[in-house]
């Protein structure tokens, strides 16, 4: 009796010879399971650049650039299948990770973390018996001194790139490298052969340099105007908050904090990231109640009122 053999495996065999020969001669080389899952990936990772935050549009833009990447390249039931599983397995991943990112900065716990030194400083000041006035104070102390330089650290630094987008040689390639064989020329001029033997053999490590420079330069042209602007803002702010603490009847505190958090965000141009208004302490009515005080707490330039910590 003569043995057949196992028809199932012969045809998928030849199935198998047939759709590679097939391949080959149309052009189109025959794609695996790897490739098409990396192709998946690269659409998924390319398409999600820049991207922040989760959001239904951004993961039906993912799937409307798979479905064209399968469309392009003729993929069979099999490997749609495999781009399928593949596409949900990676936005899963990639929006679970942009998400995490994002709630890590944004969140309600970095939020507290941000919150965190001025309220250990708050329980100190209370836990060492201050008084409503007092704690008051310290408090306004506390927030100027942790707060007023890294602000003004900000809108310099924002300044000078706003600045610096407005420099020719920072739009146009041709005159950064007419600035870069400037200071090359420079170089030369005073001898100094060590800079050009460098500047030849690493140009770009040379060229960052001239920018670290430049950039340095104008971090110091800018930074009186950017500090005495800040400052200036700031005081009036304060002086603003301090009148209307002064002329209201009740809720003192809260009126003096309310306001100045108010004037600041229409003073400061960063006000949304600034740290002064973002860190602007909260106002306790019970533990900060000054409105058995006088309100000389917020009109005396003395050392017992605001206005002398922002004046002196």
Same mark, same amino acid.
């Given at each position: ?8 495996? $012969? ?7 047939m759709?590679?020969t097939w391949s080959?001669?149309s052009g $189109? ?6 490739d098409v899952?990396?192709r ?11 991207t922040? /935050?989760? #959001?239904n549009?951004?993961v039906?833009? %993912?799937i ?8 392009q390249?003729q993929?069979n039931? #099999?490997?749609?299948?495999v781009?399928?599983y593949?596409?949900?397995?990676t ?18 716990l970095?939020?507290?973390?941000? %919150?965190?030194p001025t309220?250990?400083e708050?329980?100190?000041n209370?836990?060492q ?7 008051? @104070?310290?408090?306004?102390d506390?927030w100027?001194?942790g707060?007023?330089?890294t602000t003004v650290?900000?809108? !310099?630094i ?6 610096l987008?407005?420099?020719?040689w920072v739009?146009?390639?041709n005159?950064k490298?007419a600035l ?7 170089q @030369?001029k005073?001898?100094?052969y060590?800079?050009?033997y460098?500047?030849?053999n690493k140009p770009?490590?040379?060229a960052?340099?001239i920018?670290?420079? !430049? ?5 110091a042209?800018? #930074?009186?105007?950017v500090?005495d602007g800040?400052?200036?803002?700031v005081?009036?702010s ?7 603490? /002064?002329?209201? #009847?009740i809720? /003192?505190s809260s009126?003096?904090?309310?306001s100045?958090?108010?004037? @600041?965000?229409?003073?400061? /141009?960063?006000?949304g ?6 860190n602007?302490?909260l106002?306790?009515?019970?533990l900060?109640? %000054? ?7 917020f ?6 009122g605001?206005l ?5």
């Open positions: 009796m003569i043995k057949q053999g196992n028809p199932g495996y $012969k045809e998928s065999s030849v199935g198998n010879f759709k590679a080959m001669m $189109k080389p025959s794609l695996t399971k790897d899952e990396k998946v990936i690269e659409s998924i990772e390319k398409t999600l650049i820049g922040t /935050r989760y #959001s549009e951004m039906m833009e %993912c409307t650039q798979v479905k064209a990447v399968s469309a390249n993929w039931n #099999s490997l749609n299948n781009a399928l593949t596409l949900f397995k936005v899963h991943e990639q929006m679970q990770h942009i998400q995490s990112k994002w709630d890590r900065s944004n969140g309600i970095s939020k507290f973390e941000q %919150c965190k309220m250990e708050f329980v100190k209370l836990l018996g201050c008084k409503a006035v007092e704690l008051l @104070l310290k408090t306004f506390g100027i001194k707060n007023l330089h650290e900000q809108h !310099l924002d300044d000078v790139a706003r600045n987008k407005s420099q020719n739009v146009n390639a005159a490298q870069f064989d400037k200071f090359l020329l420079q @030369l005073a001898e100094n060590n800079a050009i460098f500047a030849l770009q490590i040379y960052d340099r920018l670290k420079v !430049l950039v340095s330069k104008k971090l042209e800018m #930074s009186n105007d500090k800040i400052v200036a803002k005081r009036d304060i002086d603003v908050a301090a009148k209307n603490a /002064r002329n209201a #009847s809720h /003192r009126c003096f904090f309310s100045l958090r108010l004037d @600041l965000q229409k003073n400061l /141009r960063l006000s990231t600034s740290d002064l208004v973002a602007l302490p106002v306790d009515e019970v900060m109640n %000054c409105d058995t005080s006088a309100p000389e707490i009109s005396s330039k003395k050392h017992t605001v002398y910590k922002v004046h002196e």
